[in-house]
Structure formats: structure tokens, C-alpha cells
């Protein structure tokens, strides 16, 4: 197995895990905000994909798709039904209980579906050259590579955010 097939077939894993945890949400309760919890479900989704179109775009060279995703926007909103305004996904921003300024609880799985499948992709034919390649990455540079982690990680933690609003919720557990 290569890195990078080690790298591809762990952010598909996360994709798989955080999944789990999107039952319950509807075009009702995917903007909706559970005191003392920082985001909504359709803000991680947006998020997650957003960051993970962001690695893709450092490994593979193509651009944020912008049928996902308008440019821009501002930090409480932006978007529409089928897109995710940029600056409304990304750190700092607020997000709302305005499903207007967000894509539909499908829509939002669906984006973020395509952004795992790219990254993925982007990882799994990336050359050894490439991985190894410094790139910016907020204030620091890292090598590529190091990203494929940090994604699984961040799909993660963002997917620990989204159990605490089905507890939040009393939505019925994954598990039962």
C-alpha cells in the first residue's frame, strides 16, 4: 500500500464515520443552532468541504468547484440553495439559522460527499514529489502529506460537533 493510498482511504473513512452521525437533520434542523454549541450541521458540512476542496486545490491545481461553492459572500451567510458562500464556512465566520443562505440538507451531504472523493483522489494520485512539496497552510508551511492526516482529524473533530447537536436535539442515537 502507498502513502498515498493510506492518505485517500482514510479521508473516505472519515467521510464513511462522520456519515453516521448525519441521520435526523432535515431541510427543518440543518441550520439550526443548540445553545452553547458553535456551529449547525450545514455550517460543518460547508466547512469540512470547503477545507477539504482547499488541500485538493494545493495538490492538484483545480479550483474550488464553483458549483459548490460561491466565492466570497460574508461571514453569516451568502450562500443559496445549492451553494455554500465561502467566507460563511470558513474559520471566524457565524453561522445562522437562515436556511436561505445555505444549501439544503442534501445538497450540503452531496457537497460534502464530492469534496471527500476529490481529496481522496487528489491524495491518491498525487506523485511522492508532490506529497513532500511545502505549502501554506494558515500561518505555517507544511508538506503535503502531512494534510491527509490533519483531514481525517478535522472530519473528525467537526463530526464530534455534529453528535453533540443530535444530543442537543434528542435525536435517536446511531447506535440504538
Request: with cysteine.
Amino acid at each position: 500500500m502507498t502513502r498515498q493510498s493510506i492518505y485517500a482511504e482514510g479521508i473516505l473513512e472519515s467521510r464513511a464515520l462522520c456519515a453516521r452521525y448525519f441521520a435526523g437533520f432535515d431541510d427543518t434542523s440543518h441550520t439550526k443552532q443548540a445553545p452553547n454549541l458553535p456551529n449547525h450541521f450545514a455550517w460543518n458540512l460547508g466547512h469540512l468541504a470547503y477545507i477539504m476542496q482547499s488541500v485538493a486545490k494545493r495538490i492538484d491545481g483545480a479550483a474550488v468547484p464553483d458549483s459548490d461553492f460561491i466565492e466570497g459572500g460574508h461571514p453569516s451567510g451568502g450562500g443559496d440553495a445549492k451553494r455554500f458562500a465561502t467566507a460563511s464556512v470558513t474559520m471566524g465566520s457565524v453561522p445562522v439559522d437562515d436556511p436561505t443562505q445555505y444549501p439544503t440538507r442534501d445538497r450540503c451531504v452531496e457537497i460534502f460527499n464530492a469534496a471527500c472523493e476529490r481529496c481522496a483522489a487528489a491524495f491518491k494520485n498525487a506523485p511522492d514529489a508532490d506529497l513532500d512539496r511545502e505549502v501554506p497552510w494558515g500561518a505555517v508551511s507544511l508538506p503535503i502529506w502531512k494534510l491527509g492526516p490533519h483531514m481525517q482529524f478535522h472530519n473528525g473533530a467537526h463530526a464530534g460537533e455534529i453528535a453533540d447537536l443530535r444530543r442537543a436535539f434528542a435525536f435517536k442515537s446511531i447506535f440504538a
